[in-house]
Nanobody, 117 residues
């Protein structure tokens, strides 16, 4: 399993970013995928997930209405659109494969999102 995130950066509160994650080494189109994040000194936090069939999505309450997860099975890629960013959204963002315990899900190296004025 290989996952490569990109798209992070520095943004002011209220700004937007779009994260991408390219996957390889497994049958992407049949896999549940998610985004998780880890802020400094805090545990991993689940952010959003997308199912392989019908692209059903689910979100943490903290990001619902602000973040949008999507996938392109032809490109083996998932995305996370981050809008109305807040300082509390500052974290390393990872894409992860499958379900189960967050820390046990295969994930990439991450992409840093920093929200600050």
């Amino acid at each position: 399993v290989q996952l490569a995130e990109s798209g992070g950066g520095f943004v002011q509160p209220g700004g937007s970013l779009r994260l991408s994650c390219v996957a390889s080494g497994f049958t992407f189109s049949r896999s549940f995928m998610s985004w998780v994040r880890q802020a400094p000194g805090k545990d991993l936090e689940w952010v959003a997930g997308i199912y392989p069939l019908y692209n059903q999505t689910d979100y943490a309450d903290s990001v619902k209405g602000r973040f949008t997860i999507s996938r392109d099975n032809a490109k083996n890629t998932i995305y996370l659109q981050l809008d109305s960013l807040q300082t509390d959204d500052t974290a390393m963002y990872y894409c992860a494969k499958g379900g189960g315990l967050l820390r046990e899900r295969p994930r990439g190296q991450g992409t840093q999102v920093t929200v600050s004025s």
